[in-house]
């Protein structure tokens, strides 16, 4: 059975920092890219970083500079360190993980962390 299981969201004043960890089972991890999502309540979700296999990464603008995504293979964790955040960084969390299978790839979204920043 595939999870992923999201923690480490919580209420944070503007300025300050949190570390969102994404452990995932059932999975081959270490072969597997994976993203942090955020939605918002009437929006799209969307791309916040992302983390090849490989370790690449990638993010997005509103991302850049304040937010650090990163990978231990050993635990089957991803995490997001976020700095510097700001009131409209509030969202549900989400993570993402893409596997390879039998010439396909599969796609698990875990079930949401809620972070919400304070003005």
């Known amino acids: 059975q595939v999870q992923l299981v999201e923690s480490g969201g919580g209420l944070v004043q503007s300025g300050g920092s949190l570390r969102l960890s994404c452990v995932a089972s059932?999975?081959?991890?270490?072969?597997?890219?994976v993203g942090w999502y955020r939605q918002v309540p009437g929006k799209k979700r969307e791309l916040v970083a992302h983390?090849?296999?490989?370790?690449?990464?990638n993010y997005a603008d509103s991302a850049k500079g304040r937010f650090n995504i990163s990978r231990d293979n050993a635990k089957n964790t991803v995490y997001l360190q976020m700095s510097r955040l700001k009131p409209e960084d509030t969202a549900v969390y989400y993570c993402?993980?893409?596997?390879?299978?039998?010439?396909?790839?599969?796609?698990?979204w875990g079930q949401g962390t809620q972070v919400t920043v304070s003005s």
């Open positions: 993402k993980a893409l596997t390879p299978g039998r010439g396909t790839q599969y796609q698990y």
């Open positions: 059932g999975i081959a991890f270490s072969n597997s890219a």
């Open positions: 983390i090849t296999d490989g370790g690449s990464t």
